[in-house]
């Protein structure tokens, strides 16, 4: 049994571009309780890539939880514009991504883009930046 909409905000940050990467998501109910913060350090990819990284962990998150109806946002116009067939995707790794993301988007029985001001997904870029931190923290000199 399917649960309501989950409202999803996702963010992906480079350090370099290409760089060290992080991405952070933040999935919350409409009434914004957070049902599950996470962030996941990407190693070294560009922006773009990992905005859409993060994209898909989120989705990975709420497939796990069971949610088939998602609001999802994102302060990536690219990612945003692509996924609503507005832009080509051009880039190879950034098209690798796109259909593993259009995979995981079949198994929702509803789903909608939005994009956000980056200041409107502070949460979502906060975890992106401490997974990069945490990792250089823990690495040597």
Do not use: W
């Not at 992906?12 to 049902?35: E, H, T």
């Not at 939880?65 to 880039?91: A, C, H, P, T, W």
């Not at 950034?94 to 995979?103: G, Y």
């Amino acid at each position: 049994m399917s649960k309501q909409t989950a409202c999803l905000y996702t963010d992906g940050a480079s350090r370099g571009n290409p760089g060290k990467a992080g991405a952070g998501i933040v999935l919350s109910d409409p009434q914004n309780n957070i049902l599950i913060q996470s962030k996941k350090f990407l190693g070294n990819c560009t922006n773009n890539e990992a905005e859409y990284r993060a994209l898909i962990l989120g989705l990975q998150e709420a497939l796990n939880l069971k949610y088939r109806e998602l609001e999802i946002f994102l302060d990536s116009e690219l990612v945003v514009r692509q996924m609503e067939g507005l832009y080509k995707i051009k880039n190879a790794n950034l098209a690798r991504f796109a259909a593993e993301t259009k995979k995981l988007l079949t198994h929702f029985d509803r789903y909608s883009f939005k994009h956000i001001p980056r200041h409107l997904n502070a949460a979502a870029d906060r975890l992106a930046n401490e997974a990069i931190n945490e990792y250089n923290h823990h690495m040597p000199e």
